[in-house]
């Protein structure tokens, strides 16, 4: 069954602090995404990623870095996290011409 | 500005009553996806539908590409429809980075 998984689910950070957030996909999908997601607020695109060993800035990456070493294993990386980077993350994965498959998010709280 | 736009934000329907959703976009979309949103889950894939009309189960989604916009309507709302639905275009080709709305939040009540 496909399946995006993500980890930690949740997560309460220190200002400061280093976080990093982990997706993992069974799928065999090529692409991956990171969005964050905030209250009331649609997605919006951090990184992503078309290929192993290479990883693209999305919409919003400042503050943010993205490592893909596997095609099954994204990472999300806030090397310094600020309380603005406080949200819900998801991450998604697909293949050409369908949509993406969404895992269950991570809700991180920066403090 | 915003490069999609959802209306209405929320919306109160009883059981049984049909409800109209509506995403204009700004720029050219390549890809036009519906999701569905639980509340505090994850998104799920409802409709791909970049143009013309498309119908699954009890929903239907319309989108005029010229026009930059789409609808989703769902007939005989059903408390479990409840939840955040999020329209989503591509902008580009072949890239698949998706733009979202802030998304419609419905609640059927019984």
């Known amino acids: 069954e496909a399946a995006v998984t993500q980890s930690p689910r949740s997560k309460v950070a220190v200002t400061g602090g280093k976080v990093t957030l982990s997706c993992h996909q069974t799928?065999?999908?090529?692409?991956m995404y990171w969005y964050r997601q905030d209250t009331g607020h649609g997605l919006r695109l951090i990184h992503y990623s078309y290929v192993a060993d290479s990883t693209e800035k999305g919409d919003i990456p400042d503050g943010y870095k993205a490592s893909r070493p596997s095609q099954e294993n994204f990472s999300l990386i806030l090397e310094l996290a600020s309380l603005s980077q406080t949200a819900v993350y998801f991450c998604a994965s697909s293949r050409t011409g369908q949509a993406p498959l969404f895992g269950e998010g991570t809700r991180l709280s920066v403090l | 500005g915003q490069q999609v736009q959802q209306s209405p934000s929320s919306l109160v329907l009883q059981e049984g009553e049909n409800a109209e959703l509506q995403c204009n976009f700004s720029s050219t979309a390549t890809q036009l996806q519906w999701f569905y949103q639980s509340p505090g889950g994850s998104l799920v894939s409802l409709l791909s539908?970049?143009?013309g009309t498309k119908h699954t189960g009890r929903l239907t989604s319309t989108t005029v590409t010229k026009e930059r916009r789409s609808s989703l309507h769902i007939s005989s709302s059903q408390t479990t429809d409840s939840g955040t639905y999020l329209c989503?275009?591509?902008?580009?080709?072949?890239?698949?980075?998706?733009?979202f709305g802030a998304g419609t939040r419905l609640k059927v009540i019984a």
């Open positions: 799928n065999n999908h090529d692409y």
């Open positions: 989503a275009i591509d902008r580009s080709t072949g890239n698949y980075k998706y733009v």
């Open positions: 539908n970049p143009s």
